[in-house]
């Protein structure tokens, strides 16, 4: 199982940003997809997930400015980021839960400059 994810990027406070999660080696709509931000010296954050059967779930920080969604031809996991604040600057991650091992991206870089 690989997930690449990419999209992030310099942004402006207010601005938006999607990021993509392409998973190859298993399909989305049988093991779900999580997004999570690393920041420095903090701990790993689950931002969102989209699980296989369909539902989706956001953290409360960012609900209302992030989006999760799929497309299953693409076997795709967006993050739309809408609103961007500086405190969202971090590494974003995708992963994958697959028989009990889970599979990590090796992440996008999102900075939102003030």
């Known amino acids: 199982v690989q997930l690449q994810a990419s999209g992030g990027g310099l942004v402006q406070a207010g601005g938006s940003l999607r990021l993509s999660c392409v998973v190859s080696g298993t399909l989305i709509t049988t093991n779900g997809v999580a997004w999570y931000r690393q920041t420095p010296g903090n701990q790993r954050e689950w931002i969102a997930t989209f699980a296989a059967g369909g539902a989706n779930n956001v953290a409360d920080s960012v609900k209302g400015r992030f989006d999760i969604s799929r497309d299953i031809a693409a076997n795709t996991v967006y993050l739309q980021m809408m609103r961007l604040e500086s405190e969202d600057t971090g590494v974003y991650l995708c992963?994958?839960?697959?028989?009990?091992?889970?599979?990590w991206g090796q992440g996008t870089q999102v900075t939102v400059s003030s």
């Open positions: 992963s994958c839960l697959r028989r009990s091992v889970s599979y």
